[in-house]
């Protein structure tokens, strides 16, 4: 039995999830949130399994100062609402870490050396990587007799080739900051795509897959023979897709223009593309869920919303499917994926004569597994796979340190 704890820090808070490997269990999952605010919140959840007996859930607020102290309000939910920590003791500690630069391409053993490079490419992702290592610092205090495992982003799509992550603009100004492809969503976009094989009963190796990741973030892959070959994150999560508040792709002389016509500084910009943009700023409703009950109130920006979003989406299959040259399979994955069926026939609408084909009954079904939503008939077969970002760092974590 291998257990695993894994730990998704940001800057005031951080999720954490104890998962046995072997058998693709999680013993209990949590949440420290407003950290460094004047009253802290910890939930702690214990599905209903062997190692607990009932599902429970239990919430404190108090005080937490820092992520060091809200490791200590974790370790005291684990003594008092089990598992034990001693009878499932994790053997290593995973830890999502959002930008991994061009020199982190597999999950990697935390060392001193790895902590600065980590810190070092805070340069490319400040919101995230000072937030990741922070989480690192205090679990690595929690938990100091075993390994800490960082698992990236964008390790996955360190397989793009030039052509796919290059920028084309002027190349030394470029490779001094560091301004190229990195695409994110990476440890979701594996798992998805590996889920997809395995549901397909076919190897990853001889496949070739579009990964459509929707959640709040939203990012489409083009997975060949279970590597990523393109993806439509770059530098940053603001590119490709529509997002919940990101604009995905605009024409970048849009930012300048606003920022000489309209007065906005270059945080300013960054705010509205990042914060107010995307569904939310054409519908007023960063839920997709307000978006479509909307539409179906009559609302025309919420129903102009859902086309943009769909539009896009539509475009990168497109796209994908001529770097690909054949697809197997196109996999929704993600809140919106998952969920919305709208989305999905939106999304794939008109493609019948590349071979895509919905069936509507499979589309609209109650079902929430991996399954088939295309028809028999569909060259491409559609899937919905519920992705599992925890689970993955989990087993690449186990893969490192038995390597
Ligand atoms: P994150 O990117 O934060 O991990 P999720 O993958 O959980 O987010 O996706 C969250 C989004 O999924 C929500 O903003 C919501 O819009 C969307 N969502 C969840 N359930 C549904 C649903 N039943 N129908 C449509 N959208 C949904």
């Known amino acids: 039995m291998s257990v695993v704890l894994v730990v998704n820090s940001g800057s005031s808070s951080f999720k954490y999830q104890l ?4 058998g693709s269990r999680t013993l209990a999952s949590g949440l420290v949130e407003r950290i460094g605010a004047a009253e802290g919140r910890a939930v702690h959840k214990v599905p209903a399994g062997d190692a607990s007996g009932g599902a429970s859930e239990s919430e404190r607020v108090l005080p937490i100062p820092d992520h060091t102290a809200g490791f200590q309000v974790m370790l005291d939910a684990f003594a008092a609402n089990g598992p034990s920590l001693e ?3 994790p053997v290593a500690v995973g830890h999502r870490v959002v930008q991994g630069g061009a020199r982190f391409f597999e999950p990697t053993v935390v060392t001193d050396l790895v902590k600065i490079n980590i810190d070092e490419l805070s340069a490319l992702a400040p919101l995230h990587n000072p937030a990741n290592l922070q989480g690192i610092e205090a679990a690595q205090r929690a938990f100091p007799d075993v390994p800490h495992v960082a698992v990236f982003d964008t390790a996955f799509h360190q397989t793009m080739p030039p052509a796919a992550y290059t920028y084309a603009i002027d190349r030394e100004l470029a490779a001094k900051h560091r301004v190229r492809r990195y695409g994110f969503h990476g440890t979701s976009h594996r798992f998805v795509s590996r889920a997809a094989a395995e549901f397909l009963g076919r190897p990853v190796e001889e496949l070739r897959l579009i990964v459509l990741h929707l959640g709040n973030g939203a990012s489409a892959c083009a997975v060949s023979g279970g590597r990523s070959v393109e993806t439509s ?15 995905g792709d605009v024409d970048p002389a849009v930012l300048l223009h606003l920022q000489r016509r309209a007065g906005l500084t270059a945080d300013d910009v960054d705010d509205l593309l990042n914060k107010r943009s995307g569904i939310l700023g054409l519908s007023g409703h960063g839920d997709l869920r307000d978006v479509e009950a909307a539409m179906a109130d009559g609302d025309e ?12 989406i539509r475009s990168y299959v497109g796209a994908y499917a001529a770097q690909l040259g054949r697809v ?22 008109g493609l019948e004569g590349f071979g895509v084909e919905l069936d509507p009954a ?40 038995e390597a």
């Open 87 to 89: 009878e499932f003791a």
């Open 328 to 349: 197997d399979a196109i996999a929704f994955t993600a809140g919106v994926g998952e969920n919305s069926a709208l989305v999905r026939s939106w999304a794939l609408a």
């Open 362 to 401: 499979r589309n609209e079904g109650p079902e929430r597994g991996p399954r088939r939503i295309s028809t028999d008939a569909s060259r491409t077969a559609v899937l919905v796979i519920p992705t599992n970002e925890e689970l993955e760092i989990a087993r690449q974590t186990v893969a490192v340190i």
């Open 19 to 22: 998962i046995e490997v072997t």
């Open 301 to 312: 920006a919420a129903t102009l919303a859902l086309e943009v979003y769909a539009h896009r």
């Open 233 to 247: 994150m770059g530098m940053t999560p603001l590119e490709g897709l529509v997002m919940g508040t990101r604009s």
